[in-house]
């Protein structure tokens, strides 16, 4: 009965020991951060580009034809 006993204290010390190692193991943590800031630095640079896109679409783009026809443009 002994011997029982002290196998059945063992295999639940040796189950806690699992279950404390597996809670506290943080071996693949880091690609989930990765993932995060990657897709954060697609979406911050997407929107910067349509950004300076409407910017020189609509403000510097007809300013810098108008400036190049003006300045080719001899007959006065």
Known sequence: MKKMISKVT???NMLAI???MALTNNH???????AIKILMAVV????VLAGLYMLF???VLPT???RI???????G
């Open 18 to 20: 699992k279950a404390k």
């Open 10 to 12: 063992h295999k639940a």
């Open 44 to 47: 911050i640079g997407a929107l």
């Open 28 to 34: 693949a943590e880091g690609f989930v951060d990765t």
């Open 57 to 59: 679409d609509k403000t």
């Open 64 to 66: 810098l034809v108008q």
């Open 69 to 75: 026809k003006d300045m080719f443009n001899y007959a």
